[in-house]
C-alpha cells in the first residue's frame, strides 16, 4: 500500500454537520517499524495487507478518510503530513497505535499532534489500536462533532451582558442570543 491511496465516499454524519470534511488516517508505513520485536507472524506484508483492508472497510462504510502513511524521519513525515493538509480542511485525524504505543516513536507522535493543531485548528484527534478499528475511532468523533453542531440555548440567569440572558452554543462555542 502506498501513501498516495485515497479514501473518498458519502459522510452523512459530517455533510449535515456544518460542512463537508474530510478525515485523516495517520500512521507510520509498515517499512517504519521494527519486526524484530513484534509478535511471531506479525510483518511488513501483513501490515501492509491490513491497513489496505481497513482502507477498503472505510470506503464501504461511506467514510471519507485520506490515508497518510509517514515515515519515521520528522523531516519527511511533517513534509508528508502537511503536504496532505494543503487545499483541504479536515475536522478530524485518526492517529494509528504504531505512532502512540511504541516509546521510540514518542517524540515524532508529540510534534505529529502538535502540527496537526497548529496547520488545522479545530482538528479533532482520535485514536485506533488496530487498522481494524480505524471506524470505530472515527466514528465516535464524528458523532460526537454532529452533536455539536446542532444550536443549543441555555438561559444564563446571571449573564454579564443582561440577567436571564440566552446564550446559544453554535459548534461548542457560545453564540449570543438575546
Known amino acids: 500500500m502506498t501513501g498516495e491511496d485515497t479514501v ?79 487545499g483541504h480542511e479536515f475536522g478530524l485525524a485518526v492517529i494509528g497505535a504504531g505512532l502512540r504505543t511504541l516509546p521510540e516513536r514518542a517524540l515524532l507522535f508529540e510534534r505529529l499532534v502538535n502540527l496537526l493543531t497548529e496547520a488545522a485548528p479545530g482538528i479533532r484527534l482520535c485514536f485506533n489500536t488496530t487498522p481494524e478499528d480505524t471506524i470505530e475511532a472515527l466514528r465516535r468523533w464524528i458523532q460526537a462533532q454532529t452533536r455539536r453542531c446542532r444550536l443549543r440555548a441555555v438561559r444564563i440567569p446571571s449573564h454579564p451582558l443582561g440577567k436571564g440572558r440566552w446564550v446559544g452554543y453554535v459548534h461548542g462555542r457560545p453564540a449570543g442570543l438575546g
Do not use: K
Not at 51 to 67: K, S, T, Y
Open 8 to 86: 473518498h465516499g458519502p459522510t452523512d454524519d459530517l455533510d449535515s454537520a456544518a460542512g463537508r470534511h474530510e478525515d485523516r488516517s495517520i500512521g507510520l508505513h509498515p517499512s517504519g517499524l521494527d519486526y524484530s520485536r513484534m509478535p511471531d507472524g506479525f510483518d511488513e506484508a501483513g501490515l501492509a495487507a491490513r491497513i489496505h483492508e481497513a482502507n477498503a472497510a472505510l470506503r464501504e462504510a461511506g467514510f471519507d478518510a485520506v490515508p497518510c502513511l509517514i515515515d519515521i524521519s520528522w523531516d519527511r513525515a511533517e513534509a508528508t503530513v502537511r503536504e496532505h493538509l494543503q
